[in-house]
């Protein structure tokens, strides 16, 4: 297919890589120009009973035709446009943890099946097609859905589905390669040869490494063949065409089943547990009472502030990001450790709350990447301003500690993120947390005090209320951003 | 020797695979529409799987008529 200059994405445009459209953003809303040769090919897919049932169940993007004259200057000179529903927060596969990027592999594969049986099929398999709706996968990229050459017996998404699916989860099953080291930089994933080389003789001929990683590897050493042989090979009908394709994503299915992440056991601290698994199930300093104390404090501090969207930076595994859901809150959970987040992103799945876990450390946020930085916002730029209320429990004592970020900046950022409220818990320095941390550092935080901290705060935000933990040097506190605070 | 209801041998139909299925997946270019790299080894594997699954789809077709034969 030839595709006219004028055709292609303007510059600038964060999606440009598709040549039948591109997707931008004008004001709120999510537009997405479609060329017109793939016109009768998208409108067709979206009559298939995959795609209606896959927008009734909320697993595929709604989309809606769109006036031209809505779409603004990019817009202007398209003739077929239309409009997603809007996800609330945008999160790329790098910042997921390996159960997320396990469960957008699943749906990738229940769309690519379910659309074979309708005479349509993937012509990409990536993770960026998948955005998350609280805890639930949603897939976007209805232009990646295009009718099928029937004798075609080959899936060529296969290559790109075993790279940027199953390699970077045996890349974290495996040797415990984080997905933000393996999704981010490199675009679309890992080669076959990146794992050959972790791996040692014994694994590289266990048979999913065989199939997956060995194999592919010693294949491309002899390959010498042309251009041709990339090109569709007809089958001899399409009955065995369609066999072929379910035989190959059926054993997608098979190493992605053998892939899924384990569960961790945190009070028997099994499986993949880390140093914040079961954290509030004995590791923290807080006894039942003084947990309950806590508790309370929050629930009613979001029942005062009512907020619609919650960020919880180190949410740990999710407690209070929970306690959040169950008042109704749309919450955003962050963490730089995968397997809490993990742990969080199973338990939201499983009992249907409105969570969206991310591996994102606060200090050394998601930076912009891609094309020029324009392909991925960063996290920042996404969150900014996006959250009536931030919660920050237990945590600015890493921030102030380990990373040593100054705690008028702590607050200026937290004033950045949040529309309203702030919920802080303030540890002092005589903490045992804090003391345990700051190994031997005592002299740097010495005028770190609870006034000095609230005198900070008064800079950007006025005190709702407050409380000290019984028996603990912490005190939990509701603020309120001035209006003129930035 | 095995008969399906052509009465063509079980042998020569698996020849006819092997010798006329095989090229045609190795050998025929036609216009390639992807705009994603399919990968080198992974691509190549997944041709040789597809030629094992195609091998299997007339071999159960195969058995399937002699079955109906027998029955």
């Known amino acids: 297919m030839i595709v006219s200059p004028e055709a292609e994405a303007p510059l600038n445009i964060p999606s440009f890589r598709d040549p039948a459209g591109f997707v931008f953003r004008q004001e709120d809303r999510i537009l997405r120009v479609v060329n017109p040769a793939w016109v009768p090919g998208l409108e067709a897919f979206l009559q298939t009973r995959t795609a209606r049932e896959g927008t009734r169940s909320g697993r595929l993007v709604r989309s809606t035709r769109s006036l031209r004259s809505d779409a603004g200057e990019l817009g202007a000179h398209a003739d077929y446009i239309i409009e997603h529903e809007r996800i609330p927060f945008p999160a790329y596969p790098y910042e997921w943890p390996p159960e997320m990027l396990h469960a957008a592999a699943a749906l990738t594969l229940d769309f690519a099946r379910q659309a074979l049986e309708e005479g349509f099929g993937l012509k990409d398999a990536t993770p960026y097609n998948v955005l998350f709706r609280g805890s639930q996968p949603v897939f976007v990229d209805v232009l990646s859905f295009e009718r099928r050459d029937p004798a075609d017996g080959i899936w060529m998404a296969y290559g790109q589905f075993v790279r940027t699916f199953l390699l970077p989860l045996m890349a974290s099953r495996y040797f415990g390669f984080p997905l933000s080291g393996v999704l981010g930089s490199p675009r679309d994933g890992l080669e076959p040869e990146t794992l050959y080389r972790w791996a040692g003789w014994r694994r590289r001929l266990m048979p999913r490494f065989l199939s997956l990683v060995s194999l592919p590897k010693w294949i491309a050493l002899c390959e010498r063949a042309g251009a041709s042989r990339y090109h569709r090979k007809p089958a001899d009908s399409p009955e065995e065409a369609r066999f072929v394709v379910e035989g190959i994503l059926k054993s997608c299915q098979r190493h992605l089943a053998a892939l899924e992440p384990r569960e961790i056991n945190s009070s028997a601290g099994t499986g993949n547990a880390s140093t914040w698994s079961g954290y509030l199930d004995g590791k923290s300093i807080y006894t039942p009472g003084q947990l309950v104390q806590k508790e309370v404090f929050v629930a009613e501090a979001l029942a005062l502030a009512k907020p619609r969207t919650v960020l919880d930076v180190g949410a740990n595994e999710g407690h209070f990001s929970f306690l959040a859901a169950r008042q109704g809150c749309s919450v955003v959970a962050i963490d730089s450790d995968p397997v809490v987040t993990g742990s969080i992103w199973r338990r939201a799945a499983r009992e249907r709350y409105d969570v969206l876990p991310l591996v994102v450390d606060l200090t050394r946020p998601t930076p912009a990447i891609g094309w020029r930085n324009l392909e991925c916002a960063s996290f920042l730029d996404r969150a900014r301003g996006g959250f009536d209320l931030v919660m920050m429990l237990a945590v600015i004592h890493h921030m102030l500690v380990t990373e040593r970020v100054p705690l008028e900046d702590l607050l200026a950022l937290a004033a950045e993120l949040t529309r309203e409220y702030l919920l802080i818990e303030f540890v002092a320095p005589e903490d045992p947390m804090f003391q345990r941390i700051v190994r031997g550092r005592e002299e740097l935080y010495a005028h770190l005090t609870h006034s000095r901290f609230e005198a900070a705060a008064a800079q950007r935000f006025e005190l709702v209320r407050t409380m000290q933990i019984d028996g603990l040097h912490r005190w939990l506190y509701l603020f309120r951003r001035r209006r003129a605070a930035g | ?71």
């Open chain 2, 1 to 71: 020797m095995i008969k399906n209801t052509n009465g063509k041998s079980a042998f020569l139909i698996l020849t006819k695979v092997l010798l006329l299925w095989l090229p045609l997946v190795l050998a025929s270019p036609s216009k390639a529409f992807g705009y994603i790299d399919p990968g080198a080894g992974t691509f190549v594997y997944q041709t040789a799987y597809a030629m094992l699954l195609g091998g299997t789809f007339y071999l159960r077709r195969m058995l399937d008529r002699v079955w109906r034969k027998r029955k």
